[in-house]
């Protein structure tokens, strides 16, 4: 049982980019979920959690700026648009469900393997 993160790549400066997340074998509808980020050599931060009904989000910091968290619990993929991409959002993205709730999102679980946001020209 896992998550699978999918839409990461190449990008340029200013650029961008929308990643997916959809669950293997079970169903995401129940739970919020989160997206995370870790940069190289930094530790992983949370961008932002997202209710199981779509109604309610939470963003960490000015993640909320350039960043839009959504879900289609009809396609079970819950969605991290990013816009003005910069050097600095280069980083493995990953999504995770919250097992206690949200948001804000605790208690994560059943993370994916991640996928790679590459900011460069």
């Known amino acids: 049982l896992q998550l699978a993160e999918s839409g990461g790549g190449l990008v340029q400066p200013g650029g961008r980019l929308t990643l997916s997340c959809t669950p293997s074998g079970f169903t995401l509808n129940s739970y919020a979920v989160g997206w995370f980020r870790q940069a190289p050599g930094k530790e992983r931060e949370e961008i932002a959690c997202?209710?199981?009904?779509?109604?309610?989000?939470d963003y960490k910091g000015s993640f909320e700026d350039r960043f839009t968290i959504t879900r289609d619990n009809a396609k079970e993929t819950v969605y991290l648009r990013m816009f003005m991409l910069k050097s600095e959002d280069t980083a493995v993205y990953s999504c995770a469900m919250a097992l206690g709730g949200g948001p804000p999102c605790r208690d994560m679980g059943f993370w994916g393997k991640g996928t790679l946001v590459t900011v460069s020209s």
């Open positions: 997202i209710s199981s009904g779509g109604g309610v989000v």
